[in-house]
């Protein structure tokens, strides 16, 4: 079996990941958020019209963000409903956990260097989901592929 060799990976820098991460419009809520699954549509979009090569290395940009926060200080925190202080924090679930990452990114640049900073202030994201961010290259990766009339890129 031969692989292509394609080069070089595109690179894409972190101030322009932060700035595709501000089209997000903040962090999602803690009930189903329909704001925050626009902002993730925005960002889609946003990557579906760049070029592939941006979609790509959004994707790694995305995985190695979350890999700075897949860390046990942050993992073995309890997620607990800020809207209902008087309720019994629980662990976080693997999917719980990934999710809470997501969303501590997609709650911006500065959240995110706060709870590196400080690993207590990644409570205050753990029972939001930031799930939809985690499909936003991959559905701009789709939004290409049906453009161009293939099934996939």
Excluded: K, N
């Amino acid at each position: 079996m031969s692989t292509i060799d394609r080069g070089p990976a595109a690179e894409l820098s972190w101030e322009r990941f932060w700035q595709l991460i501000d089209l997000i419009g903040g962090e999602p809520a803690v009930a189903a958020c329909a704001a925050f699954d626009a902002g993730c549509e925005r960002l889609t979009e946003a990557l579906a019209a760049g070029p592939a090569e941006e979609i790509t290395a959004f994707g790694s940009r995305l995985a190695e963000a979350l890999h700075r926060l897949d860390r046990e200080e942050y993992g073995t925190q309890r997620a607990a409903d800020p809207d209902d202080p008087d309720d019994r924090p629980l662990p976080l679930s693997d999917d719980g956990f990934l999710y809470a990452r997501a969303a501590v990114i997609a709650a911006g640049r500065a959240a995110y260097e706060r709870v590196l900073a400080d690993p207590a202030q990644f409570a205050r994201h753990s029972f939001r989901s930031g799930e939809s961010l985690l499909h936003a290259h991959v559905d701009a990766f789709d939004s290409r592929a049906d453009q161009d009339g293939r099934t996939s890129l």
